[in-house]
């Protein structure tokens, strides 16, 4: 495959795409004020949660569920079905299906990922440049490009 014909976001997703797609984020380790923050959010620890079977990725959901990617994505903007969600840590999200009483890990994600490598889609990007002594890469991002979400 050339570079041109792979996507983008399969190889650049990174940590997004890891909690998203894969299981072996729930046993990784987490920032403890992260871990805090889902209990304090939750109610029950990220352990437990993860022993349960109630902690999963979100392909583990779409699997589970037998939804699309788009169909998990508006249900995790749902205020109904899942309206509470907490960072755990950068880049990696949890949200309450109250329904079926799982958490899901990063479950916007597979409709990202399908929208970015589906065969029509296109990358835009812009080169800049600035002198760091007048402004600090942390308040680019931050400031200039600001929140992702």
Not at 52 to 67: C, N, P
Request: charged fraction near 20%; proline fraction near 4%.
């Amino acid at each position: 495959m050339s570079t041109r014909e792979r996507p983008a976001v399969s190889t650049e997703g990174g940590r997004e795409l890891e909690a998203a797609t894969s299981s072996v984020l729930l046993d990784a380790v987490l920032p403890t004020e992260g871990l805090k923050a889902f209990e304090d959010t939750f109610g029950v620890s990220w352990g437990e949660a993860a022993q349960g079977g109630y902690l999963v990725s979100a392909q583990e959901a779409l699997d589970m569920l037998d939804i699309s990617p788009l169909q998990l994505a508006k249900r995790w903007g749902s205020s109904t079905r899942c309206r509470i969600k907490v960072k755990v840590a950068s880049g990696v999200y949890v949200g309450h299906f109250s329904k079926e009483n799982i958490y899901v890990v990063n479950g916007f994600y597979p409709a990202i990922q399908s929208k970015m490598t589906a065969p029509w889609a296109r990358i835009q990007w812009y080169a800049v440049s600035w002198s760091e002594e007048r402004l600090s890469w942390a308040d680019f991002r931050g400031k200039v490009i600001g929140p992702t979400d």
